[in-house]
């Protein structure tokens, strides 16, 4: 694609807690790529951002760092209502897009996106940075590898209702606005959507990631102490049977995880609160071996390594290993369809799912 280019020249737009716990320390580390430009309305929060961080320019008008020629991404930072106007917008204006999870709250308008992406020839990339994650890296390799035919999958991801003390602990003292933009309505609002969105996208890629495509979901939810526990039954197009366990918070540490069994192997994993920045411990047994091996993963920087991998697509034309716009909207049919299968109490297809999450 962009052969000659050494370096991606990225620009972050929204300067909130996602970027400052994330994006910013990953353009700034990244062996590919650096912080050009970051953009926010908030002229306080993006003044300390740029004393912080030194990105060459910083930008309160979006067109107008879309506009700059040397720009050759975006990543997208927003508010989940404003993911898809941001990204038509800039593939539009001819930049590359990496942007936060879920894509969008409603397939209709993920389609539509979609169709700006194909329209446009440019890359877009979906932040489910646990695709970066050397262990998770390491179980798709044996899948695709020694495992033979997959039987089941269970998969679940379990917030703590003692994540925010360590979250305080390691993530960096989030600097907020009042000038901040954020969308109309209170994302928190509905706790029962908002959990979906923030934590359902992670375990239905994650998923998706290993199994494949999605066909049908059956869907249970139980609502009690101000914790909302899913459980769903999942057939994927392969014939792979699935059960996904969506708890919003546990009385327990961080709990998030897999167990995938195959015709030559079973794979275990256990996954870390993400601000940890720790690779999975994922063990793998082979069957033909008779042993187990688990990879260290060292460098459990995920973000940072989903942007390198993003920008070496662009830069090499290597494939493309995270998310794309399909994973995307297959990601947002899957919320849709399993709140429409905890209403109505019936499986159903994600084919035949519409509006908002």
């Known amino acids: 694609m962009e052969d000659q280019k050494r370096v991606l020249n990225v620009g972050i737009l929204g300067c909130g807690p996602i970027s400052q716990a994330?994006?910013?320390?990953?353009?700034?580390?990244?062996?590919?790529?650096?912080?050009?430009?970051i953009c926010d309305v908030a002229d306080d929060l993006r003044d300390r951002m740029a004393a912080t961080h030194a990105p060459k320019k910083a930008f309160r008008d979006y067109a107008e760092m879309l506009a700059d020629p040397n720009l050759?991404?975006?990543?997208?930072?927003?508010?989940?209502?404003?993911?898809?106007?941001?990204?038509?917008?800039?593939?539009?204006?001819?930049?590359?897009?990496?942007?936060?999870?879920?894509?969008?709250?409603?397939?209709?308008?993920?389609?539509?996106?979609?169709k700006a992406v194909e329209k446009s020839g440019k890359v877009l990339q979906v932040g489910h940075m646990k695709r970066f994650d050397a262990g998770l890296q390491s179980a798709k390799e044996f899948i695709d590898g020694e495992m033979g035919e997959l039987l089941a999958l269970k998969a679940w991801y379990c917030d703590s209702t003692h994540r925010y003390a360590v979250t305080d602990a390691v993530q960096p003292l989030m600097v907020?606005?009042?000038?901040?933009?954020?969308?109309?309505?209170?994302?928190?609002?509905?706790?029962?959507?908002?959990?979906?969105?923030?934590?359902?996208?992670?375990?239905?890629d994650t998923a998706r990631y290993f199994a494949g495509e999605i066909v049908e979901v059956d869907a249970r939810l139980r609502e009690r102490f101000g914790a909302y526990c899913w459980f769903v039954d999942v057939a994927f197009a392969n014939g792979v049977i699935g059960h996904l366990d969506l708890t919003i918070s546990v009385r327990m540490d961080w709990h998030e995880g897999f167990q995938i069994y195959g015709e030559k192997g079973s794979i275990l994993g256990k996954t870390y609160n993400p601000w940890l920045f720790k690779t999975s411990d994922v063990d793998i047994f082979s069957e033909k071996t008779g042993a187990t091996s688990r990879i260290l993963g060292a460098d459990g920087h995920f973000y940072r390594r989903q942007l390198e991998a993003f920008a070496d697509t662009l830069l090499n034309g290597s494939p493309m290993t995270g998310a794309n716009i399909d994973d995307g909207l297959a990601s947002v049919r899957g919320m849709v369809a399993i709140a429409q299968s905890a209403k109505s109490g019936q499986p159903v297809k994600l084919s035949e799912v519409s509006g908002a999450v």
Not at 176 to 185: I, V
């Open 176 to 204: 907020k606005s009042a000038n901040a933009k954020k969308p109309s309505g209170n994302p928190k609002a509905d706790l029962q959507r908002y959990y979906m969105l923030a934590h359902g996208s992670h375990l239905l």
């Open 22 to 37: 994330a994006h910013f320390e990953s353009a700034t580390k990244a062996k590919n790529a650096d912080l050009y430009a």
């Open 72 to 114: 050759d991404a975006v990543v997208i930072a927003t508010s989940d209502a404003f993911h898809v106007p941001a990204a038509i917008q800039a593939l539009e204006a001819g930049k590359h897009v990496l942007s936060e999870k879920p894509i969008g709250i409603s397939v209709e308008e993920v389609e539509d996106l979609k």
